[in-house]
Structures are given as structure tokens and as C-alpha cells.
Nanobody
Framework: QVQLVESGGGSVQAGDSLKLSCVAS????????MGWFRQAPGKEREFVSV????????IYADSVKGRFTISSDNAKNTVYLQMNSLKPEDTAVYYC????????????????WGQGTQVTVSS
């Protein structure tokens, strides 16, 4: 079992930056591929980014490529999502997720989820 707790969300203006954190407990994050997903009101949960077990591979959704960066710190058992040049369409609840098996962009692959942190971007 692993527990995930996100933090770092908030309300910002378009063009601003935020850095989300996801602290894992129960197991070390290098046992998992770690992903970020988001869900806006009335919409399905969508993939944002994932980092592999070793931290050597990353995938980004086209909508955030070039603006968001995923990283991990094994010593702190924490995964980060640095979000720059935020847009109103980035407004959503952001979720951290972990999968010990096959990693990818589909939410169904992930076994463990945090409670989410709200990000609101105003124009």
C-alpha cells in the first residue's frame, strides 16, 4: 500500500506558475511510476504527465508540453509538477497517482490516488 498526499494548489492569474507536490508514504516512489492527472468540473479525468520508476522517462499530454515539468526526489519520496505559463483551461483538481505495474497515460493503470489539490487560473 502507498498513501499519496498532494499540495501546492491555489488560485493564480494566467501566466503565473505553481508547483504541486505529492508526498508518498508506505513505500518508496521508485517502486512505482508516478503520474499526474486532472479533472475539471463536468469533464472526465485526464492525463497530464507521468515519470517512470527510475525517473529517466517522462510523458506529457500535448496540452501541457513545454509548460509543465514532472520530477521526483527519491530522498523525499516526493513527486513534483512544475506548472508554468498557466492558462484558464488548466483549472482543475490535480491528482497524483501511482502504478507498480505497466505505466502509461490511462487512469485505469493506476492503483493508488491522492485526494487532489485544486488549481484555479483566472484570466
Amino acid at each position: 500500500q502507498v498513501q499519496l498526499v498532494e499540495s501546492g494548489g491555489g488560485s493564480v492569474q494566467a501566466g503565473d506558475s505553481l508547483k504541486l507536490s505529492c508526498v508518498a508514504s508506505g513505500r518508496t516512489i521508485n517502486s512505482f511510476a508516478m503520474g499526474w492527472f486532472r479533472q475539471a468540473p463536468g469533464k472526465e479525468r485526464e492525463f497530464v504527465s507521468v515519470i517512470s520508476y527510475s525517473g529517466g522517462s517522462r510523458i506529457y499530454a500535448d496540452s501541457v508540453k513545454g509548460r509543465f515539468t514532472i520530477s521526483s526526489d527519491n530522498a523525499k519520496n516526493t513527486v513534483y509538477l512544475q506548472m508554468n505559463s498557466l492558462k484558464p483551461e488548466d483549472t482543475a483538481v490535480y491528482y497524483c497517482a501511482a502504478t507498480p505495474d505497466n505505466w502509461g497515460t490511462r487512469a485505469l493503470l493506476y492503483d493508488y490516488w491522492g485526494q487532489g489539490t485544486q488549481v484555479t487560473v483566472s484570466s
